[in-house]
């Protein structure tokens, strides 16, 4: 019997490796029924198990494989992933300190456990992990590429781009080391929109289009009427920006006409993801399968025009995309830049975000919608409360944006508004230790300005943080990657927000939520208008008063909330890209 456990142990291995997980499954569960105490199958079946998102046995399959190995420290980091996967973080840390307790020289466990403490905004913490990784493989490019997006949640820009780089010098079809580093320009002042550009085609040119060269034709029926099956591919479908903005456009379709499909790369759905499920036709769950294998479902859904919400995020599905799994396909939501490649025909954008003559900085066409998206406040939204200013006897001024867009220059000009105004407050979203908060400690410094006028939040829940516009008068946009729901989030909450107009959709949110609300006077088009706004607010505290007392009613009333309006534009857009495909094809 131990012969025959090896056997289907190591066919087991060699299904894998052909792509046949179902049958590798059951050959490594065969060798454990052949004998009971056989560890190996154990660690290929958890991860396999993994792999097709059934996280509660792959679990399972870990933890007997560290009874039966107790000292494996390769089996506990395999165990602190899967419990990282489900959210189970504090299970997941004892998991990772006991491999490191076997062996302490184990890279992988020093750099995934770099995630969990991202994940737990340890910065200090998990940029530590991530260099004892590296110290220990200096050719290991994930953990570079973990260094890297710990550093640019800490707003180390530079320093991120570095680790993105030597990521895919290390590994060069490591895809994530490149979307993570061209997700990562946008954040830097120095890189020009063209610059932009011209790093998405060179990555296209080496990743993407030789794919998209090989994708075979589609024979859908091009009658330009008929009714449509669209997708949706994202991997953020939860309690995420994009997972809350995008529950107004599937709850608002005209079924009629469109037939909805997600393709959803979650481990462990959320409540957003559940009331986004309730709004679909079909939801096809993906976060196990290839980019070739996402490509063929997509393409065996039969979808007409699809529509992707990742771009270069975080666990975004490009190279399925590069596939041209659906005869039209669109970028739109998670960020408005490009994605550099042949296969995406679309970006859909607004006239204020993209003014005329901006068409050149993106590979595909503009879309122009009539507004970018639909703002959906959530329910239990605290009130709007009093002036903050009346109360406390100081104005304070606020940016509760991710750290990562705290860029030098942005920080810079909050520091000068706070010279300009001696009794004025700043309170910003950041971590003990992070870049934005040693740089505004130093300009502080040379400014004389007290660093008790500076007060840093930490990580919130999304009430609480919604709570701390309630001691917010101004809100002040970071450049030259602007706020988007944040922006939003403010507003409602009755806090004014001063923007500085970008060249590109990225730095120029804040342009088309005001101008939606007629508040163009706070748009600012230089630095140093941008400072004479803020300060003419901070003077000013009854037309304060007046905006906050209004804001959140203006906004409710206007075309920003108004979801059953924006998706029928968002479906004559979808309709007319659609015609213009048929035409094309006949």
């Known amino acids: 019997a131990p012969a025959v456990a090896e056997f289907h142990k190591d066919l087991g291995v060699a299904l894998r490796a052909v792509g046949r997980i179902d049958d590798a499954i059951r050959a490594h569960r065969r060798a454990i029924e052949l004998r009971a105490d056989f560890a190996e199958p154990y ?139 061209l997700f990562a320009l946008h954040y830097h002042p120095r890189f020009s929109p063209l610059q932009i550009l011209q790093e998405h085609r060179e990555w296209a040119q080496s990743f993407a289009d030789p794919l998209t060269a090989q994708a075979s034709p589609h024979d859908h029926d091009r009658d330009p009427q008929r009714p449509l099956r669209i997708g949706y591919i994202s991997p953020d479908l939860r309690d995420h920006p994009v997972g809350r903005l995008s529950g107004p456009l599937l709850a608002n379709h005209d079924r009629t006409q469109f037939e909805v499909h997600v393709f959803s790369d979650i481990h462990e759905p959320d409540e957003i993801t559940r009331q986004l499920m309730a709004h679909t036709d079909h939801w096809h769950q993906t976060p ?71 068409e050149s900085f993106y590979s595909e066409k503009s879309v122009r919608l ?5 703002y959906n406040p959530p329910d239990d939204a605290p009130d709007v409360g009093a002036l903050p200013a009346v109360t406390a006897g100081h104005v304070t001024f606020g940016c509760l944006n991710s750290p990562s867009k705290l860029s030098e220059p942005a920080l810079l000009l909050f520091s000068e508004l706070l010279d300009a105004l001696p009794g004025s407050r700043l309170l910003l979203h950041a971590h003990p230790g992070t870049h934005p908060q040693r740089i505004l400690r130093t ?40 706020g988007g729901a944040t922006t939003c989030d403010a507003l409602y ?65 206007s075309a920003l909330l108004d979801c059953p309006a924006f998706t029928r534009d968002f479906e004559r857009a979808l309709r007319e890209i659609w015609r213009t495909h048929c035409q094309i094809r006949a």
């Open 370 to 374: 009539d507004h970018y998206w639909c």
């Open 493 to 557: 909450m009755g806090a004014p927000v001063v923007t500085l107009a970008g060249q590109i959709a990225t730095g120029r949110f804040g342009v088309t939520f005001l101008s939606a609300l007629g508040e163009e006077k706070l748009i600012a088009q230089s630095h140093a208008q941008y400072l004479q706004i803020a300060a003419g607010l901070a003077s000013d505290l009854p037309r304060l008063a007046g905006l906050r007392a209004s804001l959140r009613q203006r906004m409710t009333a």
């Open 43 to 181: 660690f290929h079946l958890g991860n396999l198990l993994q792999s097709q998102g059934k996280l509660d046995e792959a679990i399972s399959a870990f933890r007997r494989l560290i009874e039966l190995e107790p000292e494996l420290a390769e089996g506990y980091v395999n165990l602190g992933n899967a419990l990282l996967l489900k959210n189970e973080l504090f299970e997941a840390d004892l998991a990772y300190q006991r491999a490191l307790d076997f062996n302490p020289e184990l890279p992988r466990a020093y750099s995934n456990r770099a995630l969990l403490q991202l994940r737990q905004q340890q910065f200090d913490a998990a940029a530590d992990s991530s260099r004892r990784a590296i110290a220990l493989a200096p050719g290991f490019p994930e953990a570079h590429n973990n260094l890297g997006t710990i550093l640019m949640r800490q707003g180390l820009i530079d320093d991120a781009l570095a680790s993105f780089r030597q990521a895919g010098d290390l590994a060069p079809g490591y895809q994530p080391a490149h979307s993570n580093r």
């Open 288 to 358: 196990s399968l290839s980019n070739p294998a996402v490509a063929e479902l997509i393409r065996a859904c039969g979808i007409d025009i699809l529509i992707d919400l990742g771009l270069h995020s975080a666990d975004n599905r490009l190279l399925a995309l590069a596939l041209k799994p659906a005869p039209v396909q669109l970028t739109y939501l998670a960020y408005p830049g490009t994605s550099g490649m042949a296969a995406m025909d679309y970006r859909l954008t607004d006239a204020r975000l993209d003014p005329p003559g901006n």
């Open 443 to 482: 300009l502080a410094s040379s400014n004389n300005i007290h660093s008790d006028r500076i007060e840093f939040v930490p990580n919130q829940s999304h009430r609480e943080y919604l709570n701390t516009y309630n001691r917010i008068d101004i809100a002040l946009d970071p450049f030259p990657f602007a």
